[in-house]
């Protein structure tokens, strides 16, 4: 499954450095072979913000909307993409998810945006990562502690 992928990683990291290859001939043969693994590039437009995925990352996490059959309600055949109405500034957050494992937030977006986000594409506040974690539960009680004054 990632095969294809760790194949790459040597020229995306290469690329990544600013690396130019010495020789200016023909690059080698692309590996075709490749092709034939299922792995797929799947479509995300999130209000008008386009993101692509391989469907394997996607998979990765089988109990969630994305990774699940779910998604399929949100299927735009026409196009060939999935149509989510949601905010795409915090869903660059949850794509980092299903490729890392972990997901990070940007502190400066309130915490019920993010608990709607995290609970629309169906990812436990339990796979905050460590370094998001601490700063999740404290806003979270001081959000909580907030509402209960007014
Ligand atoms: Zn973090």
Not at 18 to 37: C, D, I, K, N, Q
Not at 126 to 140: F, G
């Amino acid at each position: 499954m990632a095969a294809s992928v760790a194949a790459w990683l040597p020229f995306a990291r290469a690329a990544a450095i600013g690396w130019v290859p010495v020789a200016s001939g023909e690059l080698p043969p692309m590996p075709f072979s490749h092709r034939r693994t299922k792995d797929e590039v799947v479509n995300l437009n999130v209000s008008g913000r386009r993101f692509q995925a391989w469907r394997n990352t996607l998979e990765k996490f089988p109990d969630t909307m994305l990774g699940s059959r779910e998604k399929d309600f949100f299927y735009n055949e026409e196009k060939n993409e999935y149509f989510f109405d949601r905010d795409p500034e915090i869903f660059r957050h949850i794509l980092c998810f299903y490729r890392t494992g972990k997901m990070h937030f940007p502190r400066t977006e309130c915490i019920t945006t993010i608990e709607d986000e995290l609970a629309f594409f169906g990812i436990m506040p339990e796979m905050i990562a460590d370094c998001c974690y601490e700063d999740y539960r404290d806003r979270k009680r001081e959000h909580d502690e907030r509402l209960m004054d007014d």
